[in-house]
C-alpha cells in the first residue's frame, strides 16, 4: 500500500470514529430532559481544533509520496529527475546549449544550464517576495501554465523543483541574468535570508542548482548513486539532440567502475543513436533499424522514434513524453503499437501473405520489438506527479500519424528485411496459438495425458535421470533394438528412412513432416526459443544408424535438426552418437568387432595371429545384426562407445557456416566445400 493510501485510509478511519461521537452529542442535545439518556458526548472528543492545516511546503515533508512515490532509492533519485528536467524544459524550448551534472562525495548533486534563468523581480502577487523564492517555496508555482513561456515542457504541475527544496537539508539556487549573479539558500524549503544579489558577471546565465536530499526523510544510509545519476543524465542527451550534457563526478566515487570522472553526452543520432548502442551484441530479426523523427513548429506534436527486432532476446519499449520517462508507457505507446499492427499486416496482404497475417495481435508484434519512443505535446496529462504514465489521448493520434507513411515506406524499401520481420511475427502469433490450444486441452482433462508418438518403446523409467533415447532408422533395426534395449532405462523411436534437411526445408515443411513431429513428441520438447532443458523426458539422446555411408548421412540430417532447432539440447550435453561395429572378426572362440576399415586392419595385425582361418563377416545395417550382438556392441552401457555432440563456444560460427554450406539449400555451396577438401578425403582428414 502507498502512503498516499495510508493517508485516506487514515482520513477514512477518522471520519468512521467521529460518527458515533457527532451522533451522540445531537442526541444529547434533543434529549436532556430525560433522566435516561446516559451521560453526553464531550465537546473536546473531536473539535475544530483537530483539523490541522499545512501550509508551504509541510505537506511534502509529511508525505513525500504523494509527491515522489516514497522514500526509498527510486524516489531519492526523482529529485535529481525534477530539477534535470526542468534544465531540458530550456533547452527544448532553444534556450539552453548545455547542461552540466556534477555530483560530490559529500553528497551534493548540482544542475547547471546556460538558459534563461529563473525569474528574481519581485513577484507581483507576493510583495516583497522574488519570483524565484515563489517558485522555490510554493506548491503549483511556475512558468509552466501558459504555453506562451514553454511551448511544450515536462513540469506541469508546478510542484517538482519545490519539492525537491522541501526534502533537501541544503538547497542553494544561483541565477546568473542580466548580466548580475543571484543567490539564494533553502534548509528545509525554509529561505535563510532574501535572494542576495551577489556581484555582476559578463561571461554566465541560466540556474544553478545545487541540492542535498535530507537524510529525516531518506535515512542516513541513502545516496545518489553515481551510476544511475549517470544513466539518467546520458539518457537526457538521447532524448534531445540539441542538447549538451556535461558530465562530471568526485574520482572517490568511481573509483573501480566503469563510470568516467568526466565527459560529455552529445548525440545527434538521438533515439536511434540510443537504441543502437542498447542492441549493441545482440542478434536483429532485420540488420536495419527503422528510425526517424517528425518535428513540428514550436515543438508541439513532435515525434522521434527508433525500432528493431531482437532475435536472441526479449525486447522492451521506452518512451517518453518532453523528456520525461514513462515506464508504464500509456496512450503514445498504443499509437505505436496500432501503426505497426496495422502496417505489418497490411504488408502481407500486399505480398500476398494475408491469411497468414491475419492471425497476428499487437502483442505478436511488441515481442521482441525493442523501441525508443519520444513525443512532445502541449500540455500533456500524466497520471501522478511522477508521470509514469502519460493519459493524453492526443499522444496516440499524433504517433499514428507521424509513423504510418514512413513504417509503409520502410517496409515496401527493404523486401528481404520486410519477409523477415513477418515470418518472426507470424511465428510468435502461432505459438501463441499452439500455446492456446494446449491449455484448452489440459483444461479438457482433470489428468494431462502424455501424447507419444505410436512408433515409441518407451522405457519404464518416468524420471529423466538415468534414462535415454535411441533414435534409430527403420522398423528392423528398431526391432533389434527394442530386443536389445533394457526396457527400465532405455526407449527406442524408429524413423523412416532418412528425415527432413531441416537446413533447407521451409517452416511450412517443418510443421507439416510427421517424423519431426514425433521426434519433438518424445522428447517432450518445443523448438527454437521455447526449448526448456528441464522439459526433455530423456538424459540422453542417441543417435544409432547404420556404420555406413547412408547411415552417416542420415545422422547428419540429424544433428543438423538438433542443431537448428534445438540448439539447447547439444549445449547441455544430451546429444550423441552411437558407435556400431561395421564388421565382425572371427578366429576360433574369438570374436572382435570393428567399427570401420581402418579399425579392421588395426585389429587384424594386432589382435588375431596367423594360427587359424579368420573369418570376417559386415554388417550390411543394424537389422542384420542379432539383439545380443547389437547390445552387447552398442547398447550396453558397459561395453559400448559413445561419442558426444558437441559445439565449442569459439567454434560456433564456423560450425554453423559448414551446417549451411553442407546441408544448406545451395548445391553451389556444397560442391564448393568438397571440392576444397577433395585431397584430404582419401585420408579420413577432412576437417569440418
Known sequence: MSQSDDLFGAAARAKSEAKPAARAAVRGKGEAARPDAGPPAMASDYTAAHIEVLEGLEPVRRRPGMYIGGTDSKALHHLFAEVIDNAMDEAVGGHATFIEVQLGTDGFLTVSDNGRGIPVEEHPKFPGKSALEVIMTTLHAGGKFDSKVYETSGGLHGVGVSVVNALSDLLEVEVARNQTLYRQTFVRGAPQGPLAEVGRITNRRGTRVRFHPDPQIFGDGLRFEPARVFRMARSKAYLFGGVEIRWSCDPELVKGTDIPEKTVFRFPGGLRDYLAADLEGHTLVH??????????????????????????????????????????????????????????????????????????????????????????????????????????????????????????????????????????????????????????????????????????????????????????????????????????????????????????????????????????????????????????RYEKVIIMTDADVDGAHIASLLVTYFFRQMPKLIEEGHLFLAVPPLYRITQGAKTLYARDDAHKAQLLKKEFSGKGKVEIGRFKGLGEMMPSQLKETTMDRKTRTLQRVSIADAEAAATADVVERLMGNKPEARFSFISERAAFAGDGLLDI
Not at 402 to 413: E, K, N, Q, S, T
Not at 421 to 444: G, T, Y
Request: aromatic share 4%; net charge positive.
Open 287 to 536: 540488420p536495419d533499424i527503422f528510425s526517424g523523427r517528425i518535428k513540428k513548429t514550436g515543438g508541439h506534436g513532435s515525434v522521434e522514434w527508433a525500432v528493431a527486432w531482437v532475435a536472441d532476446a526479449d525486447g522492451g519499449i521506452s518512451s517518453y513524453c518532453n523528456t520525461i520517462p514513462t515506464p508504464d508507457g500509456g496512450t503514445h505507446e498504443t499509437g505505436l503499437r496500432a501503426v505497426l499492427l496495422k502496417g505489418l499486416k497490411d504488408h502481407a496482404e500486399r505480398v500476398g501473405q494475408g491469411k497468414r497475417g491475419g492471425v497476428i495481435t499487437g502483442d505478436d508484434i511488441t515481442a521482441g520489438c525493442a523501441a525508443m519512443l519520444s513525443v512532445f505535446v502541449r500540455e500533456p496529462e500524466f497520471q501522478g506527479q511522477t508521470k509514469d504514465r502519460l493519459a493524453t489521448t492526443e499522444a496516440a493520434r499524433i504517433v499514428e500519424a507521424a509513423l504510418r507513411d514512413p513504417f509503409d515506406h520502410w517496409l515496401a524499401a527493404n523486401p528481404v528485411q520486410a519477409a523477415r520481420l513477418l515470418d518472426h511475427v507470424i511465428d510468435r502469433a502461432e505459438d501463441r496459438l499452439r500455446r492456446k490450444q494446449e491449455k484448452e486441452v489440459s483444461r479438457k482433462t482433470a489428468v494431462r495425458k502424455l501424447r507419444l508418438p505410436g512408433k515409441l518403446a518407451d522405457c519404464s523409467n518416468t524420471e529423466a535421470a538415468g534414462s535415454e533415447l535411441f533414435i534409430v532408422e527403420g522398423d528392423s533395426a528398431g526391432g533389434s533394438a527394442k530386443q536389445a534395449r533394457d526396457r527400465k532405462t532405455q526407449a527406442v523411436l524408429p524413423l523412416r528412412g532418412k528425415i527432413l534437411n531441416v537446413a533447407s526445408a521451409t517452416r511450412d515443411k517443418l510443421a507439416q513432416n510427421q517424423q519431426l513431429t514425433d521426434l519433438g513428441q518424445a522428447l517432450g520438447c518445443a523448438p527454437l526459443s521455447h526449448y526448456r532443458d528441464a522439459d526433455l
